[in-house]
């Protein structure tokens, strides 16, 4: 729509999503928070810079889907429309509240793998996240994990990664 602020986040959850399961009356929705970072590399070493925390919410099916798949600390890209919303908070004070409305979300491939496959009822497994433990490290089977070959320069340097 005309006029609508288009925005893309990339960063990681900062929190498991609260997801909230629809009812005749409402729709299912999710609201998550994602963090993002920059990073500088200065006089032989990463510098951290400034963190935005982005509050994002997304609906339907979207939000379904999004509970039984992405957890915290996950690194996400969100697709949506920017909104900002006025309240009135506890103590009579008027706030300001900027948010995005995601369109699109999905799991960022810079340091994981994904499979895709068809949602033939998320709504069903939402709350519930199909996770099988990994034996060896008690850590999710879906661990992110870096290579050297992501960031040559880097390895070849002897630096950290900037994540």
Known sequence: MAGEIIITVIGNLTAAPDYYAGTPEKSAFIAFTVAQNTRVFRNGEWRDGNTVFMRCTAFGELAANMAATLDRGDRVIVYG?????????????????????????????????????????????????????????????????RSPKSEPALAEAGAKAPF
Not at 93 to 122: H, W
């Open 81 to 145: 429309r920017m909104q900002q919303r006025e309240y009135t908070d506890r103590e009579d004070v008027r706030r300001t509240s900027t948010e995005v409305i995601a369109d699109e979300i999905g799991p960022s491939l810079r340091y994981a793998t994904a499979a895709i496959g068809e949602a033939a009822n998320a709504a069903a497994s939402a709350p519930e996240k199909q996770r099988t433990p990994d034996k060896t490290t008690g850590t999710s089977a879906r661990k992110r994990t």
